[in-house]
């Protein structure tokens, strides 16, 4: 080994030496740095900490106040709007109430106005009608006062059958015309063929005698003068009138107004315009003339005239008459009527009823209702229904007898106005389709031209054949 290699060699070893101290003392340099590092490190990251922290506690704070602030302002927003929202509904329905009311107060006073205005003019009708209501009770009244005295009898001799006969021909002369004594120049010099009973049968329909009793008669005619072999029309013509008679006998019933249990009680019924209460003032006098002591009973209530009518019969021959006022219950009065007649022993009540074919159902039922009245008192009242028929009517009277028939049991029938009418055969069918008794027959406007129907007195008047009486 040379000089400078050993000193290069004791060079590098002292070198590696120094190296290895380095190596040596580095470590623990380092481990010294380290524990010396965190010594210094730990204040600065406490300063940091907490000042993180306490800016995430500003930060958080100022978030909850700022989250606190916008809550409390919506939540004033939402009371500020719904303070709005109730002050704009009340004063809506503020506003709506006043309207209604308004508009309430407003149809009140127009009601009230109207109301005035029309209880004004109801108040001026009512007034109006009971002017005319009273005028027309004063004509009516006057016209019952004057028909009252026109039917007065005028002091004369007790009149003889043959008187009456005579006035039965002449009221029964335009009938007689049609029937009866009519047919003698149908008949006069005719022979007995079709064409005769044609005509005869076209007489008998002209005079109202109905289509079945019209039919009935000619088949009874045609039966005699086949079996007869009759040739001669004359002949024929007294077996007309032998059949007419055997239609009308039946029915030639007369009443007897007797009840030895209390009054015998007449219920007068039939429409208007009919004569019936007329009929009811010529029976009272009849029958007081014979004796009997009668009462009326005005029940037409809805007729302010036959209540006057009544009346003014009442005192002009001292007959006791029980009314009300107009529009009072028909029943009502008639059962008064009943008890104060049963109370002073009356031997006659007549009673008169509405007449309206206004409402024929509201009639038959206030009918029934008179007769289920009556017998509340006395069970065989009525004694007597009597139906008023208006000859001159025709047919119509047939209808009138049905539904009088049909509502209260007619038990007799009034024939009026048989004077001056051509329709007079309609005798011959209410005869022939009801079988009611006929009890009277009016053929004048007099007391004494109300007479009891007898069927021989009526046939032979109506074909009779003096010419002075047809003339």
């Known amino acids: 080994m040379s000089k400078k290699g050993f000193f290069s060699w004791f060079r590098r070893d002292k070198e590696d030496a120094a190296a290895e101290a380095v190596q ?120 019952a006062a004057a028909e009252a005295e026109q039917l007065q009898p005028e002091p004369q001799e007790k009149p003889v059958r043959e008187g009456f006969f005579s006035r039965l021909k002449r009221s029964l002369k335009r009938t007689s015309e049609n029937i009866g004594s009519g047919f003698i120049g149908l008949f006069r010099g005719k022979k007995i063929d079709d064409e005769l009973f044609e005509e005869l049968e076209e007489h008998l329909l002209i005079a109202d005698v109905g289509v079945e009793t019209t039919s009935r008669l000619i088949a009874k005619l045609t039966e005699h003068a086949s079996r007869k072999q009759l040739k001669d029309a004359e002949a024929l013509y007294e077996l007309l009138r032998e059949e007419m008679h055997k239609t009308l006998a039946p ?100 009673c008169d009823t509405a007449g309206r074919l206004q409402n024929k159902s509201h009639l038959m039922e206030e009918l029934k209702k008179v007769v289920r009245v009556m017998k509340k008192q006395d069970d065989s009242a009525p004694h007597e229904v009597m139906l008023t028929l208006d000859a001159s009517t025709g047919q119509n009277a047939i209808s009138q ?4 028939q049909e509502a209260v049991g007619v038990t007799g029938i009034t024939l009026s106005k048989l004077d001056g009418t051509a329709k007079g055969g309609v005798i011959f069918a209410i005869a022939d389709k009801f079988g009611i008794p006929i009890r009277y027959i009016g053929v004048g406007e007099q007391i004494d031209d109300l007479r009891e129907f007898n069927a021989r007195d009526f046939i032979d008047a109506l074909f009779s054949q003096d010419k002075t009486d047809n003339s």
């Not at 380290?34 to 500003?58: F, G």
């Not at 007068?268 to 315009?273: D, I, K, L, P």
Request: glycine share 4%.
């Open 24 to 143: 040596q003392t580095q470590p623990e340099a380092e481990a010294k740095v380290a524990d010396t590092v965190p010594q210094a490190v730990e204040p600065e990251a406490a300063v940091d900490t907490q000042a993180v922290e306490e800016a995430a506690a500003q930060a958080k704070a100022e978030a909850e106040a700022q989250a606190q602030a916008e809550a409390e302002a919506q939540a004033k927003a939402e009371a500020e709007a719904q303070a709005q929202a109730e002050a704009e509904a009340q004063a809506k329905a503020e506003a709506e109430a006043q309207a209604r009311a308004e508009a309430e107060a407003q149809a009140r006073a127009e009601a009230e106005a109207q109301a005035q205005a029309e209880a004004e003019a109801q108040a001026q009708a009512e007034a109006e009608a009971q002017a005319e209501a009273e005028a027309a009770q004063a004509i009516m009244a006057a016209e």
């Open 251 to 350: 029915v030639s019933i007369p009443l007897v107004p007797e009840n030895a249990a209390g009054p015998f009680v007449i219920l007068m019924v039939g429409v208007n315009g009919v004569g019936k209460t007329t009929t009811i003032g010529k029976l009272a006098k009849q029958y007081q003339s014979q004796g009997k002591s009668v009462m009326l009973a005005a029940g037409d209530t809805f007729r302010a005239a036959a209540v006057e009518q009544l009346q003014v019969w009442g005192q002009r021959n001292n007959i006791p008459v029980v009314a009300q006022h107009t529009g009072a219950d028909s029943a009502s009065v008639l059962f008064d009527a009943l008890q104060a007649a049963r109370a002073r022993k009356i031997d006659v009540l007549i």
């Open 401 to 404: 007898a049905q539904l009088f």
